[in-house]
């Protein structure tokens, strides 16, 4: 992303109503699925952005240490002082730690972005994380659904459910659960992709509170359902958790 979208991210991010949807949906899912493993190390949120998520999960998620990489040497800055968490400037694509290193990895839609190549991050991922440790993905679905929004923030591929389930089986990822969400709103989604112009701002914003309020209570509906072990058929984006391969 440029620095004015890293700048809009920073001063938005722990009020709009997705991004807060998006961390405690994560949050939760990783926290169920860290205390399933026995893969010690720490947690590494791959590309952090301004640190929202890291500061949502804190100096340790279920016994594990959190830790912080970004590509953007200044996003970094930002992200360590607002999470005041350890945050590492490199790439997804060439990571800066040993061999076997992690306990758990984290990419919020990161794959997505033009300036990452899948492959080469997932094997990296594979590389540095212990055998038997987990990874978490956000992902945004559907190609058909690149927008200006997408643009904005140089995403240049979207992903469907198989889509990912194959990208993982083929760098040594064995699939635990995939699910969409953002789905009671998809149809609204959906709309304002297509009414709206191609060069238009990003969708990361102040939303009026009445709004926010009323898309944060939709989303939390969502994550109820996901939380008892539900697989939403359709949405905005996907998550994904996989294990890497002993």
Known sequence: MERA??????????????????????????????????AAGPVLDAGCGT??????????????????????????????????????????????????????????????HGGVDPDRALSEAHRCLKPGAIALFNLPAYDWLLSAHDKRVHNVR????????????????????????????????????????DDRDSDVRDFPKWLDALFSAVLAVERAAISVGLSLPFGGSLLVVAVRDE
């Open 5 to 38: 979208e890293y700048e809009r991210m920073h001063a938005v991010e722990d009020r709009m109503w997705w991004y807060r949807g998006l961390r405690s949906l994560v949050a939760a899912e990783l926290a169920r699925t860290l205390r399933r493993v026995t």
């Open 51 to 112: 640190g929202g998520m890291l500061s949502r999960l804190g100096a340790e998620v279920a016994g594990h240490s959190t830790i912080g990489l970004e590509y953007d040497a200044g996003a970094a800055l930002l992200a360590a002082a607002k999470a005041g968490r350890p945050v590492a400037s490199g790439s997804v694509n060439e990571m800066p730690f040993d061999d076997a290193a992690l306990g758990a990895y984290v990419s919020l839609d990161v794959l997505c």
């Open 158 to 197: 979207r992903f469907t459910r198989g889509q990912a389930r194959a990208l993982l089986a083929g760098h040594g990822f064995r699939l635990l659960r995939s699910t969409y969400w953002n789905t009671l709103l998809f149809p609204l989604m959906l709309l304002h992709r297509l009414i709206g112009s």
